[in-house]
T-cell receptor, first 115, second 115 residues
Framework: EAGVTQFPSHSVIEKGQTVTLRCDPI?????LYWYRRVMGKEIKFLLH????????ESGMPNNRFLAERTGGTYSTLKVQPAELEDSGVYFC?????????????FGQGTRLTVV | AQTVTQSQPEMSVQEAETVTLSCTYD???????LFWYKQPPSRQMILVIR??????QNATENRFSVNFQKAAKSFSLKISDSQLGDTAMYFC????????????FGQGTTLQVKP
């Protein structure tokens, strides 16, 4: 079974441009999370989808970030316009539905560099 | 608010020896989970070990074990008989039990296992 996959693996864009990151969760995983790690710092939560609904978007930095999960399958995270401080590694994770703990599986991440 | 602190940015260990990675956290919650995740170079992050806060017994997974000190809010990871494949970035993470799977991470510790 395929794991969580993220596209692209690397992206270098100029300040002011738009970038869209994609995450394909494990099939059947209703929960989908986006996280970000800025160089040398902790991994920070951005938002959580349950199917196509945003359950918690408290970690989204500002309105330049837009996350979608149409149809409750894959998700995209768009940054428009990108700023230098948006550089970092963006991780996606997914987990099965359930009221108790279910393990989150992570993708390899997308390394975004804004120049 | 919950925080997780890893005070060792980098560590190294000789192959076959034992190493301990430190993690402290801060929370007012009583029911939560603690995790250690491993991210090998250019690969996805995987769960190494999980500890439920209500369990007094320390979790173990083969060569990996934790020292969970709830009163001290400490959660260290011990790797016995270190192998070259253990070279990776290690992240300590926290999750409130009643939460929806949102993880709070520390800054990470880069572990180098030397032959």
């Amino acid at each position: 079974e395929a794991g969580v996959t993220q596209f692209p693996s690397h992206s270098v864009i100029e300040k002011g441009q738009t970038v869209t990151l994609r995450c394909d969760p494990i099939s059947g995983h209703d929960n989908l999370y986006w996280y970000r790690r800025v160089m040398g710092k902790e991994i920070k939560f951005l938002l959580h989808f349950v199917k196509e609904s945003k359950q918690d978007e408290s970690g989204m930095p500002n309105n330049r970030f837009l996350a979608e999960r149409t149809g409750g399958t894959y998700s995209t995270l768009k940054v428009q316009p990108a700023e230098l401080e948006d550089s970092g590694v963006y991780f996606c994770a997914s987990s099965q539905p359930g009221t108790a703990y279910t393990e989150a599986f992570f993708g390899q991440g997308t390394r975004l560099t804004v120049v | 608010a919950q925080t997780v602190t890893q005070s060792q940015p980098e560590m190294s260990v000789q192959e076959a020896e034992t190493v301990t990675l430190s993690c402290t956290y801060d929370t007012s919650e009583n029911n939560y989970y603690l995790f250690w995740y491993k991210q090998p170079p250019s690969r996805q992050m995987i769960l190494v070990i999980r500890q439920e806060a209500y369990k007094q017994q320390n979790a173990t997974e083969n060569r990996f074990s934790v020292n969970f000190q709830k009163a001290a809010k400490s959660f260290s990871l011990k790797i016995s008989d270190s192998q070259l494949g253990d070279t990776a970035m290690y992240f300590c993470a926290f999750m409130i039990s009643s939460n929806t799977g949102k993880l709070i991470f520390g800054q990470g510790t880069t572990l180098q296992v030397k032959p």
